[in-house]
Structures are given as structure tokens and as C-alpha cells.
């Protein structure tokens, strides 16, 4: 039983997800620590208040914080654009390219005298009836 769990950690795909999700969780704290640390600053400083992400109001005693959620949301969506640009468009480029499906086998030629289409089987050409060698 223990060989068996043994095997299954070792797979392959198992192990890709786990680098995956560590390489994950550590490229979400670096987004994280631009937005806060970089980012933040230059909307506070663009819009006059010293740290736009404590920006917060109160309606009967209930404190909504609006820049820790905008922090959170402009994270999120810098996060998932580097997903969708670096892993999920090189991925879908890679499965189109290797689905191409070879092109299928002609099924006409051109007569050497009109040049029109005709039939690869065709002894003599039905717009200019000329004779075609075998």
C-alpha cells in the first residue's frame, strides 16, 4: 500500500502541480508586494492622499476599505494577466500548431492547354477536349 502512494507522489503530473502551485503562490506575493508597495503609492501620490490603500469610510460604524479591496482587485487582475498572456495563449499556440492536419490529397490537375480543372483520372480535358498523357 505504501509503494503504491509512493508511486502516485512521484508521478509525473503530480509533481508539476506542485511546482506549479508553490511557483504560484510565490509570483501572487511578488504581484501583491508591487501593488502594495509600488503601485499604491503612485495612485496615493496622483491623487494627493499619503496611502490610498488605508482609504476607508464608515456608515454606522461599519468601515468598508475600499484601497485594500482595490489593492486586492488591481493584484488580481495583474496576476491573472500574466497567466493569460505567459502560459495560457503560448499553450493554446503550441496545441493549434500541433493539430494542423496535413493538406488532403489534390483530387483535380490543371489541362496543360486551358488550364482549368479536371478530374486527376481524366483522359481528355471537358472544357478544350485535348488529350492528356497518362
Same mark, same amino acid.
Request: charged share 15%; glycine share 6%.
Given at each position: 500500500?505504501?509503494?503504491?502512494?509512493?508511486?502516485?507522489?512521484?508521478?509525473?503530473?503530480?509533481?508539476?502541480?506542485?511546482?506549479?502551485?508553490? *511557483?504560484?503562490? /510565490?509570483?501572487?506575493?511578488?504581484?501583491?508586494?508591487?501593488?502594495?508597495?509600488?503601485?499604491?503609492?503612485? *495612485?496615493?501620490? *496622483?491623487?494627493?492622499?499619503?496611502?490610498?490603500?488605508?482609504?476607508?469610510?464608515?456608515?454606522?460604524?461599519?468601515?468598508?476599505?475600499?484601497?485594500?479591496?482595490?489593492?486586492?482587485?488591481?493584484?488580481?487582475?495583474?496576476? /491573472?494577466?500574466?497567466?493569460?498572456?505567459?502560459?495560457?495563449?503560448?499553450?493554446?499556440?503550441?496545441?493549434?500548431?500541433?493539430?494542423?492536419?496535413?493538406?488532403?490529397?489534390?483530387?483535380?490537375?490543371?489541362?496543360?492547354?486551358?488550364?482549368?480543372? *479536371?478530374?486527376?483520372?481524366?483522359?481528355?480535358?471537358?472544357?478544350?477536349?485535348?488529350?492528356?498523357?497518362?
Amino acid at each position: 500500500m505504501l509503494s503504491d502512494f509512493k508511486q502516485f507522489l512521484l508521478r509525473g503530473n503530480v509533481v508539476d502541480l506542485a511546482v506549479g502551485v508553490v *511557483i504560484g503562490a /510565490a509570483f501572487g506575493a511578488v504581484v501583491k508586494a508591487f501593488v502594495e508597495d509600488l503601485l499604491t503609492p503612485l *495612485i496615493g501620490a *496622483i491623487a494627493r492622499t499619503p496611502d490610498f490603500s488605508a482609504f476607508k469610510f464608515a456608515v454606522n460604524g461599519s468601515v468598508f476599505a475600499v484601497g485594500d479591496f482595490l489593492n486586492a482587485v488591481v493584484a488580481f487582475l495583474l496576476v /491573472a494577466a500574466a497567466v493569460f498572456f505567459f502560459v495560457v495563449k503560448p499553450v493554446n499556440a503550441l496545441v493549434a500548431r500541433s493539430r494542423r492536419e496535413p493538406p488532403a490529397d489534390p483530387t483535380t490537375k490543371k489541362c496543360p492547354e486551358c488550364l482549368s480543372e *479536371i478530374p486527376l483520372a481524366a483522359k481528355r480535358c471537358a472544357h478544350c477536349t485535348s488529350t492528356l498523357a497518362a
